[in-house]
């Protein structure tokens, strides 16, 4: 069954931002746009080349008024650890989110059971709580955090300009399409 549009439950969780501990609620993220960027473990060897990559575009999610949130099963100590290890997480200025409960990850049904940790989930939350997009990925295979912004730069687009949407490949400023009556039950 699709998650679009799916509201997300409330919680509360550990997360480790800009060196201390603190945490993040349902709350934080309703008002502005938000990423829910879930990965399987802290201290493995696709993942802080995913995080990395996010970083090196958040300063544009934050422009877009857009919070990114890494999510693992980890607690906010490991990754307050990984952190202090990693010459990749070092560079980290977005939350990251504990969920050794698998709170989240049941809600977001991104939970591997067998090995108690999440699927490379992507989920674009709008500001009224709700998912707006998202993807789940193969554990082996990284994600692109230029195609993400630019699913949130659609997104918001389209929220902002309900009677057109956005084409395949649709870049800011780039021509949308406005779809005529005969056709908007099978968009």
């Not at 990423?35 to 990559?53: G, I, M, R, S």
């Not at 057109?164 to 009556?181: D, F, I, M, N, R």
């Amino acid at each position: 069954m699709s998650m679009i549009l799916k509201e997300v439950s409330d919680f509360s969780v550990n997360a480790f931002h800009k060196d201390s501990f603190t945490t993040v609620t349902k709350k934080d993220i309703l008002g502005k746009w938000a990423v829910f960027f879930f990965y399987p473990a802290d201290f493995t060897f696709v993942c802080p080349t995913e995080l990395e990559d996010l970083q090196n575009k958040y300063q544009e999610f934050q422009k877009l008024g857009c919070e990114i949130y890494a999510v693992s099963t980890d607690s906010h100590f490991v990754h307050k650890a990984w952190k202090d290890a990693s010459e990749r997480i070092k560079k980290l200025e977005y939350p990251m989110l504990a969920d050794p409960t698998h709170a989240l990850c049941i809600d977001f049904d991104v939970l591997i059971e067998e090995a108690g940790q999440a699927e490379r989930g992507t989920f674009i939350i709008n500001p009224e709580g709700k998912i707006a997009a998202y993807e789940i990925s193969a554990g082996n295979v990284g994600r692109n955090a230029e195609e993400l912004l630019r699913k949130v730069q659609a997104l918001q687009f389209v929220a902002e300009h309900g009677d057109e949407v956005c084409p395949a490949k649709w870049q800011p400023g780039a021509e949308t399409l406005k779809p005529s009556l005969d056709l908007v039950g099978i968009l």
